[in-house]
């Protein structure tokens, strides 16, 4: 019977998947998607794993120029807006959506992160950053349902609890407007670098399964996924 539902449920998300659009652009990543061969491949990273992969300097969450036009058009981010960022690293993205004038609570389980995060300043007050264990303990106690414009995640999605992740961001945004944001690479490999992990084509596909609307279109490496009307 749970191997029926199983494929039920992978078969309606298949025909639901979306049509992707390609936007050209150069690719953001700063290191080989094969990495260091001294890094533990195809293992979960703890909080203290990604503690040193930021303490050593490195990122792989460049903001692009193309992926921000792409970000405001297709998402209809606005001033004002509250916005909360999953899995914010260092806060590169956190402090783009604070420029544009919105409010953003950025969340990181890496405390490191979260430091570096913050040595970046507040925005004037619009950056709210919180050390935070997202499959742990689902969103923060003080975020209130439907509350929240925009979610939005980058590059973490495919080291997230998808299921669980996609009900609190479901949970916490606005109703009638509110939109899911999802960036993540593309990879088929089972084999994966530890801190740089993608989805393949059918777990993206996945992502709308339940969701009223679903929008998706490339970047480089990536899959960039608009998800809106979340399923109660």
Excluded at 135 to 151: K, Q
């Amino acid at each position: 019977m749970a191997k029926d539902a199983l494929g039920s449920g992978r078969r309606l998300a298949a025909e639901v998947r979306p049509r992707f659009e390609s936007v050209n652009q150069p690719s953001p990543l700063t290191h080989d998607l094969k990495g260091n061969p001294n890094v533990q491949i195809s293992t979960q990273p703890t909080a203290l794993d990604w503690d040193r992969w930021y303490e050593e300097g490195r990122n792989t969450r460049i903001v692009t120029e193309i992926e921000s036009q792409n970000f405001r058009t297709r998402v209809g981010a606005a001033e004002g807006m509250t916005v909360l960022d999953v899995a914010c690293g260092t806060g590169g993205w956190t402090r783009q959506l604070a420029r544009w004038g919105m409010n953003v609570t950025g969340l990181d389980f890496s405390a490191f992160a979260i430091g570096a995060a913050r040595r970046g300043g507040s925005a004037n007050g619009l950056i709210r950053y919180e050390q935070h264990d997202v499959d742990a303990a689902g969103s923060p106690d003080w975020m209130e349902p439907g509350s929240v414009d925009i979610v939005s995640v980058r590059c973490g999605i495919a080291f997230l609890d998808r299921p669980l992740f996609l009900r609190v961001a479901g949970r916490l945004l606005r109703p009638s407007t509110g939109a899911l944001y999802v960036m993540t690479l593309i990879s088929e490999d089972e084999q994966q670098h530890a801190h740089m992990r993608g989805l393949s084509e059918n777990e993206v596909a996945e992502l709308g399964y339940g969701w009223a609307s679903c929008a998706a279109y490339s970047l480089g490496p990536y899959r960039c996924v608009v998800l809106r009307g979340p399923a109660n």
